[in-house]
């Protein structure tokens, strides 16, 4: 696909199926998210890939995190439904802003090249023809579940990319430019 198609008709696609993305379509992906801006060539993303048994994992995980927030324990059927939540697609990328202290660079300007980064994955993904969605939700910010998976002091969750094949068709909706641009002559 021409990146300017890509780039234009976008969507994101919330009802996935199996197959998850392959080694090399997953490679595409990851490359897409290294050529986010980043400002001070600072490199503040990682990512985990959560496939397989781990979303099982990961569900649990989310489920106590629930309970952390919430201090009470969960219900079985709430706790069914979020540790659920991860299956809903055969493979995750959970993007992870890695922050440095830089004399040049803020937090939040190493958060917002992680986001780019997210978003890069997100249209090198639809390019492929994967299905995808960027999810998020209160959860993902409980430090112990930054714990679990593995992430330092400096890091935090930026979004759990959901990838798979897409079980539904979306039109692209219509936005003009001329909504959102405006010309500033000082
Ligand atoms: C930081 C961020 C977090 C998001 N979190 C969620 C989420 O938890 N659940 C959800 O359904 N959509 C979430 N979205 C929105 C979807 O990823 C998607 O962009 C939205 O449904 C619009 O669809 P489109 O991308 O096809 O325009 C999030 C988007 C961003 C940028």
């Not at 998850?20 to 001070?40: E, Y």
Request: glycine letters at 6%; a neutral charge.
């Amino acid at each position: 696909m021409d990146a300017l198609d890509a780039l234009h008709s976008r969507i994101s696609v919330n009802l996935l199926e199996e197959p998850g993305p392959n080694t090399a379509q997953i490679d595409n992906i990851v490359r897409a998210g290294l050529r986010a801006c980043d400002h001070k060539n600072l490199r503040p993303w990682r990512y985990l890939l959560i496939e397989g048994e781990a979303r099982n994992k990961l569900g649990n995980l989310l489920s106590n995190a629930k309970e952390t927030l919430d201090n009470a324990p969960l219900d079985p059927i709430t706790r069914d439904k979020i540790e659920k939540k991860p299956l809903r697609a055969p493979t995750i990328i959970a993007v992870v802003a890695h922050i440095t202290e830089n004399p040049s660079v803020p937090k939040i300007e190493q958060l917002l090249s992680a986001g780019a980064s997210a978003q890069m994955m997100m249209t090198a993904a639809f390019a492929q023809g994967i299905g995808a969605i960027w999810r998020s939700g209160a959860l993902m910010f409980e430090r112990g579940l930054h714990r679990e998976l593995g992430l330092t002091e400096n890091q935090e969750l930026v979004g759990f990319l959901y990838l798979g094949t897409p079980k539904v068709s979306k039109p692209v909706p219509e936005l003009s430019p001329n909504d959102f641009l405006s010309r500033w002559n000082g």
